[in-house]
Every structure is written in structure tokens, then in C-alpha cells.
């Protein structure tokens, strides 16, 4: 079974300043590892996925994270963020083996100020 | 095109009463998957089929809950005999295979209130 932590429940930020989401997992077997974006009133939205290959992923919106094996970790970045990002993000993960079964995260809130 | 839709966006009925939560998915996606938001949670795993045949149900917290896809496309929820505690965002999702990676879009929720 799969387990993911996201470290902070809300991040505060100014405008145009750099932010990191951090997301931790636990998995005895290897995993798919996923950002999903929940922006006010709406559905979540794809940020960004690692299934293999190269460990910096590149998503939308400026947005990229870093798999890091050794430290079970996929941290989210940007490195200057806009009020529009204002939204929930949720770190989530599902193993090989099965579909699209995703186990999340408790979301982080990240604030933007002006 | 359409996104997954969802109906309705809004439910509020009395305890013990017997509900259904509707999930259109984007036209061809085969797999189709609900997930329950409580607040200030993320979402859990409830169900998930592949066309008709519900793949995986581990999700589902007790013999209350159940869902149906009887043609491959749309799905219903059906939960009998609410409780207070069964208030959350329901979520659906589709994508296009069963296999892990694939995207999945979501529903924008129906919002279940049990008073």
C-alpha cells in the first residue's frame, strides 16, 4: 500500500516570489507520482507526472518537481509565483501494477499575496 | 470537447434517505473512477471500472455504497440509508486505458450534505 505526505498544510508567498510544495511518499513497490492543481469552484487539473526517465518533470504553468528516489520525495516548484495560483495542490501516487488508483495527499493551500 | 460532468453539483438530503450521484465521462475514455473529498482531506479511492465491470470497488466504506456503469459510459453512485458522516464532494473521473500513468479527468464534484 501507498502513502503520501504533504508537509505543510498552508504555504503563504508574495507575488513573484519563488515557492516549493514538498510532498513525501511511502511505497514498497515502484510508483507513478502525480501534482494535481484544485483551483476555486473548479475539478482537479493535471500539473505535471513522473512515470520514468529524467527526474525533473516540467508541467504546466511554470510549474516543475524533482523525483528523488533515495528520499522518497517529489517536491513541486516555481520559481515566481502569480496570484493566479492561488489554489489547493494535491500530491498523489498509484503503483504500477494497478490503473489510475490514486492515493493522495491532504493538499497543501498555497496563498499568494499581493 | 465535454469534460467529465457531473450531476447534481449539489445535494442535500435528510439522514437516511437514499441518494444517487450521476458521472458522465468524456465520450470514449473506457476507465471511469469515483473518489470521495471529505473536508480538508484529499481525495480517497472509492471504485474503479473498466466499461461495465466495476474493477476495483475496495474502496467503498461499507455495503451503503454502491455504483453502477451498465453501458460502459455513464456511471451512477448510489448510497442508501445516509448518514451524517457520508457529507463530502463526491469525484469522478475518466481516462482514457487502464493503465497506470494515463491521465485522469476529473468531474468538478457533487457536493453531498446529509442533515
Known amino acids: 500500500a501507498q502513502s503520501v505526505t504533504q508537509l505543510d498544510s498552508q504555504v503563504p508567498v508574495f507575488e513573484e516570489a519563488p515557492v516549493e510544495l514538498r510532498c513525501n511518499y511511502s511505497s514498497s513497490v515502484s510508483v507513478y507520482l502525480f501534482w494535481y492543481v484544485q483551483y476555486p469552484n473548479q475539478g482537479l487539473q493535471l500539473l505535471l507526472k513522473y512515470l520514468s526517465g529524467s527526474t525533473l518533470v516540467k508541467g504546466i504553468n511554470g510549474f516543475e518537481a524533482e523525483f528523488n528516489k533515495s528520499q522518497t520525495s517529489f517536491h513541486l516548484r516555481k520559481p515566481s509565483v502569480h496570484i493566479s495560483d492561488t489554489a489547493e495542490y494535491f500530491c498523489a501516487v498509484s503503483d504500477f501494477e494497478g490503473a489510475q488508483k490514486l492515493v493522495f495527499g491532504q493538499g497543501t493551500r498555497l496563498t499568494i499575496n499581493p | 470537447g465535454a469534460g467529465v460532468s457531473q450531476t447534481p453539483s449539489n445535494k442535500v438530503t435528510e439522514k437516511g434517505k437514499y441518494v444517487e450521484l450521476r458521472c458522465d465521462p468524456i465520450?470514449?475514455?473506457?476507465?471511469l473512477y469515483w473518489y470521495r473529498q471529505s473536508l480538508g482531506q484529499g481525495p480517497e479511492f472509492l471504485i474503479y471500472f473498466q466499461g461495465t465491470g466495476a474493477a476495483d470497488d475496495s474502496g467503498l466504506p461499507n455495503d451503503r455504497f454502491f455504483a453502477v456503469r451498465p453501458e460502459g459510459s455513464v456511471s451512477t453512485l448510489k448510497i442508501q440509508r445516509t448518514e451524517r458522516g457520508d457529507s463530502a464532494v463526491y469525484l469522478c473521473a475518466s481516462s482514457l486505458i487502464l493503465v497506470g500513468g494515463t491521465e485522469a479527468f476529473f468531474g468538478q464534484g457533487t457536493r453531498l450534505t446529509v442533515v
Open positions: 465520450s470514449g475514455h473506457t476507465a
